[in-house]
Every structure is written in structure tokens, then in C-alpha cells.
């Protein structure tokens, strides 16, 4: 088992407004996901935080001072801001911004800012009048065309007594458009807009299970499927382009998984339902494995021998339906359940038949007969089945399929 994003390195810049504090539940999220978070304070968030909650929380060092002799004897700010992976700054204020949008560097954040080779992702925080101003929305503007990235602000109450558009982005929802950011900038180069914040699954978590399972007969056999894990794979990321957190289960699939999801990886089905539950809690499940329905009961520890004689006899046992179970958790249950049917024969009358049988919410439900060439293809034709009944979806790509669903799910959640 093992994360993409693990060991990432995040360059935060906390900025002087009163949203500070957020930020130190921002360390805290990031930490415990494996990120390392590297701290620069502007003079001014020192009115808000103590740097020494900020390096206890990250477990590093705080840089605040731009002509810091020893540091820069040591490493120097040009190199401070490329060995990040991705730079954030939160609470990004007013302030903040007009520096960053005018090329200002007379401060150690606004020079790391201007040195960095990396991408940025800012977290405006101020209030709403200083938001709506000409100004800061001109700034916001010169940001965008610079290809700066943003979360937030979110709408509400403000501690200054007004409401509006100012409050910082909730550390949740800044973690959701990290990974985003750090996910696309490793696969295609950046094609959404920088209204991260706009992404409705922000702040979900959503398990999917992807590929085939193999169950070992011996150390050296095992009995597979065709399943590629592609339709999977396609899901989880569309999920994650709409900010959802995917937890991604995946047997060994021909089709490497996604870029900005948490990757798990497994063999059998009694390993890919203990992934499933660790998992967990999840909002919503998509299980798209083609699980193996049974496993070898008599497997050796031992290469089995030709010379021994004979032919060898398999046993089966039934493997645990890791889409039955997690439907009829009780507490744990996620609030959406998605399975898949993959049927040659009676596609909607069986595949409604498996939804009441696994108590499921909704069944994909597509036709895998020769011929189709749904197996391994580039396409699919699927129908929806749902409480209120049967969608039937044009012939799509795989990949329209996963935003077309990931798009039903958002508006379910
Ligand atoms: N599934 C699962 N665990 C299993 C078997 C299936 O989670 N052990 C899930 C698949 O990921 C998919 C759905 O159940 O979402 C597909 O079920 P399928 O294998 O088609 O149905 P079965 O109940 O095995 O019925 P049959 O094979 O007889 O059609």
C-alpha cells in the first residue's frame, strides 16, 4: 500500500490576517496526509500565530526573514521556494496578492513567491469590502492570467461582523484543491480555471475499487480476469478533477492508476475488502473491481510438481462481496453506494435484481457480451439503475461515462 501524494512538500506562506489561525489546522490536515509542510511567516501573520506553534505543528523550522545570514549561507530562498513541490499561501491577503500581481520581492514571502519555478495556490482571506475593491479584484485578475491558483474565499459570517465573500477557504476544502493541483500538475498540464473552489465534491471522500483481483493457486499461478481496471481508473479521475478525495483500491489493472489520488494496492479480494474497510469512512463507494468470485481453497505453499502425478484438483471458496458488505454496513455505510453489473444476458433485469439483492443505490449496468468490445475497449454503453428507475446511456467513451457519473454522484452527495 503507499499515496502519490505522500512525502509532497508544500511550501505554506502564512499571511497576517486573522484566518492565521485556520492555517495551523491546515499543518495539522497536511501532516497527518503525509505532506511536509515547510512555513514562512510574513512579519505580519506574527500578530496572529506564534512561530513556535507553527514549527511545532509542522515539525520544521519557520523561515520568516529574508536576510537570514545562516540560512542563506545554507540554502538561500531561491532554493527554499524550488525544492517545493507546490507553494500555498493561506490566508493570502490583500496585501499579499497586490504584491504577488505587481512582481514585488522585499520580503522573504514575496520574494519566495517571485523565485519559485513551482506552481502557486493562493487562499484569499480579508474582508469583504477590501475583497470587492477595484483593486483587489484587478490583482485577483493580473493572479489568474499568471496562472496562480485559488481556493475560496467562502461566503459568510465574518469576524469583523460583516458577510460576504472574504472568509479564508476551510482547511478541508484547501486540502481538496492541493491535491488537485498537485495531482494535474503531474499528468496533463493545467487546463482548469482557478475557481478550485467552484469543484462540488471539495471536502468528499469517495472509495473506489478498480481491476481485477487474482487469487493464488500456488506461489508461482494464480486464476485472474480480463478486467483492465480502465473504467475504474477513469472514475476515480473524475471524481478527482471535482475535488473529491479518492481513496483508490486497485488490483494489479493493465492501466496505471491516476495521478492526485491515494493509491492502494492489492492482489485478492479478501485483501481489497480489508482496504475497502481501512478506507473508510467514505462518503460515497464505487466499486468497479471485477473481484474474483471465488478463491483456490486448497492453495499450496508449494510450487504444485507435474512429476508428482496426475492432475491437480482445485477447491474453491466463495470470496467475501465486498460491494454486498459495505452496502449493508450499518454505521459505516457510505450515503451512496455505486455498483457495477457486467452482464451478457437480461442486462437491466438482472443488473436490477443484483441492485435489490445487494441492497445497492445504483448499478452500472453494461453489456460485456462478445462483440461489445466493452473488455479492455475504449468504450462503453451503460445503463443507470436507480430507485426511480432506468437511465440508458449512449454508446461513450469511458472516460465520458466516468464524468457523467462522477456528475450524478456530485449532485447526489
Ligand atoms: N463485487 C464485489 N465483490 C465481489 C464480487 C463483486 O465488490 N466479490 C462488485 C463488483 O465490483 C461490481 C459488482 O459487485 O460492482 C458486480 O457484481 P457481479 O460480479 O457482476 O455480480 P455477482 O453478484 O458476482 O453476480 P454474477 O457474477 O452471478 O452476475
Not at 515547510?38 to 520544521?60: C, D, I, M, Y
Request: aromatic share 4%; net charge neutral.
Amino acid at each position: 500500500m503507499g499515496t502519490v501524494m505522500q512525502g509532497s512538500r508544500i511550501l505554506l506562506i502564512i499571511g497576517g490576517g486573522i484566518a492565521a489561525y485556520k492555517s495551523l489546522t491546515l499543518i495539522r490536515d497536511l501532516k497527518r496526509e503525509g505532506f511536509r509542510v515547510v512555513p514562512v511567516l510574513t512579519r505580519a501573520a506574527e500578530e496572529f500565530v506564534t512561530p513556535l506553534s507553527v514549527a511545532a505543528l509542522a515539525g520544521e523550522d519557520v523561515h520568516r526573514y529574508l536576510f537570514d545570514l545562516t540560512r542563506e549561507a545554507q540554502m538561500g530562498h531561491i532554493q527554499l521556494s524550488r525544492d517545493a513541490d507546490l507553494v500555498v499561501v493561506a490566508p493570502a491577503t490583500a496585501d499579499l496578492m497586490a504584491k504577488m500581481a505587481g512582481g514585488h520581492a522585499n520580503d522573504l514571502a514575496s520574494t519566495l513567491l517571485m523565485a519559485t519555478d513551482k506552481q502557486v495556490l493562493i487562499a484569499p482571506a480579508m474582508n469583504v469590502r477590501m475583497w470587492n475593491h477595484p483593486a483587489t479584484q484587478r490583482n485577483l485578475a493580473l493572479l489568474r492570467s499568471d496562472g496562480i491558483q485559488r481556493v475560496g474565499p467562502e461566503e459568510g459570517d465574518m469576524a469583523c461582523g460583516e458577510f460576504g465573500p472574504g472568509r479564508m477557504a476551510e482547511p478541508e476544502h484547501i486540502l481538496a484543491a492541493i491535491r488537485l493541483v498537485l495531482g494535474r500538475s503531474r499528468s496533463a498540464p493545467l487546463r482548469l480555471g482557478p475557481e478550485v473552489a467552484a469543484r462540488p465534491l471539495i471536502g468528499k471522500h469517495v472509495v473506489v475499487t478498480s481491476g481485477p483481483t487474482i487469487e493464488p493457486i500456488d506461489p508461482v499461478r494464480y486464476i485472474s480476469n480480463h478486467s483492465s481496471g480502465a473504467q475504474g481508473t477513469a472514475i476515480a479521475e473524475a471524481l478527482r478533477d471535482l475535488g473529491a478525495k479518492v481513496s483508490f483500491v486497485t488490483g494489479p489493472a493493465t492501466v496505471p492508476p491516476p495521478d492526485g489520488v491515494e493509491v492502494i494496492r492489492v492482489q485478492t479480494a479478501d485483501e481489497m475488502r480489508a482496504a475497502v474497510e481501512a478506507a473508510l469512512p467514505a462518503d460515497a463507494a464505487v466499486m468497479a473491481a471485477a473481484v474474483a468470485d471465488w478463491k483456490v481453497a486448497n492453495r499450496t505453499e508449494h510450487k504444485m510438481k507435474k512429476d508428482k502425478g496426475g492432475m491437480p484438483v482445485l477447491e474453491f471458496a466463495e470470496n467475501p462481496d465486498i460491494l454486498a458488505w459495505v452496502s449493508q454496513l450499518k454505521a459505516r455505510r457510505p450515503k451512496l453506494v455505486v455498483g457495477f453489473a457486467a452482464e451478457t444476458d437480461d442486462v437491466i433485469a438482472n443488473a436490477t435484481a443484483k441492485r435489490l439483492r445487494k441492497r445497492v443505490d445504483w448499478i452500472v449496468a453494461n453489456d460485456v457480451s462478445t462483440g461489445t468490445g466493452t473488455f479492455g475497449g475504449a468504450d462503453n454503453t451503460v445503463s443507470l439503475i436507480l430507485d426511480s428507475g432506468v437511465e440508458s446511456w449512449p454508446r461513450l467513451g469511458k472516460a465520458e461515462v466516468a464524468r457523467r457519473l462522477a456528475n450524478r454522484i456530485a449532485e447526489a452527495l
